[in-house]
């Protein structure tokens, strides 16, 4: 039972080496994209085969999907400006340094369907605030980016490093 408790965690197995090689490859192919511009219209079949299709019907309307929305990436200047909804007692009680990771390019998005979408039992209780903000493109998460598209199409998600701290605050409103 050691030997198989063994084989199974080492990278003995055959199945470990050949994750370990996907993960490898991936991961080389992700650092390749310095930022959101450079993923290519040929990338889609790679990325879908890499990181599925979970929030679409199949993956056809997955592939068409997301070579829509890498032309929309495509339009986004350098630094862009990102939208994100956030939930707090004051406007001085946001977190100003770290603003957060999940934004939108969209501010057309900031809707009840968007709101509906995010499980945060706080929002409940507090008023909802804009922030905008500008992001430069070098600090858009470009993977955990397409992941979220890819399970959350609807919300026309950008995700940034770092929580935001590389994020320039334009200004913050109460979103009516």
């Known amino acids: 039972m050691k030997y198989i408790k063994k084989l199974i965690l080492e990278d003995i197995n055959p199945y470990n080496k050949y994750m370990n090689k996907i993960r490898e490859e991936q991961l080389r192919f992700f650092e390749s994209l310095k930022t959101i511009k450079d993923i290519k219209k040929s990338d889609v079949?790679?990325?879908?085969?890499?990181?599925?299709?979970?929030?679409?019907?199949?993956?056809?309307?997955?592939?068409?999907?997301?070579?829509?929305?890498?032309?929309?990436?495509?339009?986004?200047?350098?630094?862009?400006?990102l939208y994100r909804i956030v939930s707090s007692e004051t406007i001085e009680d946001i977190n100003k340094e770290e603003p957060g990771e999940h934004w939108t390019m969209y501010d057309w998005n900031l809707d009840g369907d968007l709101i509906n979408s995010i499980d945060d039992d706080t929002w409940e209780d507090n008023p909802l605030f804009v922030i905008e903000a500008k992001v430069p493109l070098s600090e858009i998460d470009i993977k955990q980016t397409i992941i979220q598209n890819l399970s959350f199409p609807n919300e026309h998600e950008i995700n940034v490093k770092e929580k935001g701290r590389n994020v320039e605050i334009i200004k913050i409103y109460e979103l009516e």
């Open 45 to 81: 079949h790679k990325i879908i085969d890499m990181l599925g299709y979970e929030g679409y019907n199949d993956e056809e309307e997955a592939i068409y999907d997301l070579e829509d929305k890498i032309k929309e990436w495509k339009k986004l200047n350098d630094p862009c400006i």
